[in-house]
C-alpha cells in the first residue's frame, strides 16, 4: 500500500529526484525562480522524465500553507505507514532493532528534526501517536530533509499498548527525563532497543514513563534545564550507534 504527501523545500525535494525519482507524481517549480541548484536539478538526468510544472509563487504558498518553500516542491508516493499490528510483525523478524518513539511530540518542525536524526543512525523504526500529530504536514517532510519518504513509521492509537507489545518481542525501553539520576551512557543498548523522548516542557507521560525498563537523563552543566528535544534525541541515537560500533 502506497499513499500520497506532498514536500517541499531543496533538500527534500532532492533526495526523491535522486534517490526515487518513480515515485513523484508530480514536481512543482516556481517559476519566477532563479535558484541554480534548482535549474541544475530539473536539468539533471534523474529529472529528465518528471512531470514538472512551473507555477506561480501564490500557488506554492497556498499549497504548502507556508511562502518558506524556496520555490520547489514535489507530490510524491510514499509507502503506506505501519499500524501497531504490522509494525510488531515487522519487528519480529529481527534481533537487535532500534525504535525511537515520540510520546506526545506535536510540534511538526521537532518531529521532522528527530525524523532526520533516526535516518542517520539508522534507527528501524520510528512511532507517533495517531492523535497528536498530523505525519503528513509539508512541514515535516521538509525538516526532516528526506528522511520522511526513506523511514519506517508507525503510527498507533496507543503509544502504551505499543510499548507492552514490544516488550513481549524482546525489546528493553529506555525513557528519557531531567529528573533521572542515570545517565544516558549507562545502559547497554546492544540488544533489540527502543528509546522515548517525550514532548518539551511536559516530557514522557506519565503513563509511558511506568512502561519504562529504564529512565535517563542527560547531565546539564550550566544554567538551562533542558535541551530541545530533537538534540536529546541525536544525542541518545547517537550513544546507541557508539555503543553498537565500539570495538
Known amino acids: ?7 517541499y523545500g531543496y533538500n527534500s525535494v532532492e533526495t526523491s529526484v535522486l534517490k526515487n525519482p518513480e515515485n513523484i507524481i508530480e514536481l512543482y517549480i516556481d517559476e519566477s525562480s532563479s535558484n541554480k541548484r534548482i535549474e541544475k536539478l530539473i536539468s539533471g538526468k534523474a529529472a529528465s522524465r518528471l512531470n514538472i510544472l512551473k507555477v506561480n509563487k501564490h500557488f506554492l504558498s497556498q499549497l504548502l500553507s507556508t511562502e518558506k518553500h524556496q520555490g520547489i516542491a514535489a507530490k510524491i508516493r510514499i509507502d503506506d505507514y505501519f499500524d501497531l499490528k ?23 518542525r521537532n518531529i521532522g528534526a528527530c525524523l532526520r536524526t533516526a535516518n542517520a543512525t539508522a534507527v528501524d523504526m520510528i512511532v507517533l501517536s495517531r492523535n497528536r500529530v ?79 525498563d529504564q529512565v535517563v537523563s542527560i547531565p546539564m552543566l550550566g544554567d538551562v534545564s533542558s535541551l530541545n528535544v530533537s538534540v536529546a534525541c541525536g544525542l541518545m541515537l547517537y550513544e546507541v550507534h557508539r555503543q553498537r560500533t565500539v570495538n
Request: with cysteine; aromatic share 8%; charged share 25%.
Open 1 to 7: 500500500m502506497s499513499k500520497e504527501v506532498t514536500v
Open 86 to 108: 504490522s509494525s510488531i510483525d515487522y519487528l519480529s523478524q529481527t534481533d537487535g532493532s532500534l525504535i525511537l518513539i515520540l510520546d506526545d511530540l506535536d510540534d511538526p
Open 134 to 212: 498530523n505525519i503528513d504536514s509539508p512541514v515535516i517532510g521538509k525538516v526532516s530533509s528526506g528522511a520522511l519518504q526513506k523511514s519506517n513509521i508507525a503510527v498507533v492509537s496507543n503509544i502504551s499498548q505499543f510499548i507492552d507489545r514490544i516488550k513481549e518481542i524482546g525489546f528493553w525501553v529506555y525513557g528519557t527525563s531531567d529528573n533521572s539520576e542515570v545517565s544516558y551512557w549507562d545502559p547497554n543498548y546492544k540488544e533489540s532497543t527502543a528509546i522515548i523522548v517525550g514532548s518539551e516542557g511536559k516530557g514522557m507521560r506519565d503513563l509511558t514513563k511506568s512502561k519504562c
